[in-house]
């Protein structure tokens, strides 16, 4: 239930995601808020908080029961991200792992992958990653360079992909390659290399981050890395961007739920902080400027949570639109960095120290403005509607 509205409901949520939304932040307290500073320190969360996850039945909570899943819709996937926020997680992948990649196996894979691959998914014993952008090549995913010639019965993978989310754990990768470079974008594909003693595959350095310093984010390199056709999600080659674009609405709206969580706790923190904090004999949360700050980011933040909120009842109610989930992603990031760091500033120095969740907070949230379409794309996707 949210600290800062807690008569708030979105018009997505039912019985069954608060009874979530109560298990689901009771294990991450437990689980995840006090290994913070150690997951940061090894720049990633433990192997087997996976399998902790994926034993507490948060992995692949909108996946059928008969793969272990849930049977449950993509709000629940909301409702354990914003948990993560409000446990002031910054380690555990798990926005790319459920919302996202696991969509695309499910939503794209035949029968064989399904009952191969989700099980294992859902339970935490195979993690998930999705390799799009490389070195060159951001948004523009129809220029990717990495190719996946066919061999009989095996691609023959080429390439390199960096800021991979979940680049050390990673057990099936999901790879935006080229199976026709001749094609443009219908010459991309999606395939999965199952990663583990996969001969060519070989990753990289984790990267050296402003902010989420507990994130395995990773380089990744294919050198004649050969994996079996049987692996190609769809039909036919060549629906790889057509399949990116279908799920994006995805990624974007769990990116608004996690910035619009983000901007909730960063208020919560500074409410509290101003309420402990004395200066010239008062609680600093006593002053008119402090008490009219944060009565901006309240307002802003329930601006951010409606309108996060109201795209997903869209999708959740059977559309996927892109445009309001670029809305939603648009308004969310670029407002709760703001509403971060005046958070900060109610703290003093002390925001800066990297002790206290805030400056967490603040380093963590400024590429929520850039991952997952940068705000420029978010615009370009919204002004074609006008």
Request: charged share 25%.
């Amino acid at each position: 239930m949210s600290q800062l509205f807690p008569d708030y409901r979105p018009l997505w949520e039912t019985d069954q995601h608060r009874e979530l939304r109560k298990h689901a932040a009771e294990f991450l307290r437990k689980e995840a808020t006090p290994h913070q500073e150690r997951w940061v320190a090894q720049h990633g969360v433990d192997r087997d908080f996976w399998n902790k996850a994926g034993d507490a039945g948060l992995l692949g909570l909108d996946l059928p029961e008969e793969f272990g899943g849930a049977g449950g819709d993509y709000a629940m996937h909301s409702v354990v991200q914003e948990e993560l926020v409000y446990a002031h997680d910054q380690c555990f992948g798990f926005s790319v792992h459920s919302p996202i990649v696991a969509h695309y196996l499910y939503a794209y894979g035949n029968d064989e992958q399904r009952k191969r691959w989700l099980p294992k998914v859902i339970s935490g014993e195979a993690v998930l990653a999705i390799a799009m952008t490389e070195p060159g090549t951001g948004s523009d995913l129809q220029s990717v360079r990495t190719t996946a010639v066919r061999d009989g019965d095996h691609y023959v993978i080429n390439g390199s992909k960096t800021f991979i989310s979940n680049g050390t754990h990673c057990d099936l990768l999901v790879i935006v390659a080229k199976t026709d470079p001749s094609q443009g974008a219908a010459g991309v594909s999606l395939i999965v290399a199952e990663t583990n003693g996969l001969a060519g595959f070989e990753r990289g350095r984790v990267l050296a981050k402003i902010g989420q310093h507990g994130q395995d984010t990773r380089e990744l390199f294919f050198t004649d890395m050969r994996v079996p056709v049987a692996n190609l999600l769809g039909e036919k080659e060549g629906l790889g961007f057509y399949q990116l674009m279908d799920q994006l609405a995805r990624e974007r709206l769990i990116i608004g739920t996690l910035c619009a969580a983000l901007a909730e706790a960063a208020v919560v923190e500074a409410i509290r902080y101003s309420k402990e904090r004395e200066a010239f004999g008062r609680p600093i949360g006593n002053f008119q400027h402090t008490k009219f700050v944060l009565a901006e980011c309240k307002t802003e933040t329930l601006a951010i949570k409606t309108l996060v909120d109201y795209a997903i009842s869209q999708y959740v109610g059977g559309k996927n639109d892109p445009m309001t989930a670029s809305m939603a992603k648009l308004f969310a990031a670029e407002k709760s960095d703001q509403v971060v760091d005046k958070c900060l500033q109610i703290f003093g120095g002390y925001g800066y120290m990297a002790e206290y969740p805030i400056a967490n907070m603040y380093t963590g949230s400024r590429v929520n403005r850039i991952y997952g379409g940068t705000s420029e794309i978010m615009k370009e996707i919204i002004s074609r509607s006008l």
